[in-house]
C-alpha cells in the first residue's frame, strides 16, 4: 500500500516537497515512480528512481527543477519540486514497479497511491 502525502497550495516559483510511504516489507525491491494527472488530461511521467536510488530519471518537462529520491530504510519516497509554475498544477502519483520496466510508462506500475494535490498560483 502507497501513501502520499505533501500537496498543496503554492505560489509560482516556490517549492514543495511529496512524499510517499509505503507499507510491508518489499519496498526496496521495487522501483518507484511519480505521475501527475491534470484535469481533463491523462497521466504523465514525472519522475523514477531506482531500487537502490543510485539511478534516477525525469521528464524533459521537470528535470533540473524536481529530484526524486527514496529513503529504503524508512520506506518512503520522495519528490522535491522547486521553480513550481501553473503547468505543474495536478494529482501526483506515486508508484511502484519491478525493475528492468518501461519506468515511463504507467501501465508498468503495479501499485499506486491515492494521489495528492498540487495547486501552484500564479
Known amino acids: 500500500q502507497l501513501q502520499a502525502s505533501g500537496g498543496g497550495l503554492v505560489q509560482a516559483g516556490g517549492s514543495l516537497r511529496l512524499s510517499c510511504a509505503a507499507s510491508?516489507?518489499?519496498?526496496?525491491?521495487?522501483?518507484m515512480g511519480w505521475f501527475r494527472q491534470a484535469p481533463g488530461k491523462e497521466r504523465k511521467f514525472v519522475a523514477a528512481?531506482?531500487?537502490?536510488?543510485?539511478?534516477?530519471f525525469y521528464a524533459n518537462s521537470v528535470k533540473g527543477r524536481f529530484t526524486i529520491s527514496r529513503d529504503n530504510d524508512k520506506n518512503t519516497v520522495f519528490l522535491q519540486m522547486s521553480s513550481l509554475n501553473a503547468e505543474d498544477t495536478a494529482v501526483y502519483y506515486c508508484?511502484?514497479?519491478?525493475?528492468?520496466?518501461?519506468?515511463?510508462?504507467?501501465?508498468?506500475?503495479?501499485?499506486w497511491g491515492q494521489g495528492t494535490l498540487v495547486t501552484v498560483s500564479s
Open positions: 510491508g516489507r518489499t519496498f526496496s525491491t521495487y522501483a
Open positions: 528512481v531506482s531500487r537502490s536510488g543510485g539511478s534516477t
Open positions: 508508484g511502484a514497479t519491478l525493475p528492468e520496466t518501461d519506468y515511463a510508462q504507467s501501465w508498468e506500475y503495479a501499485y
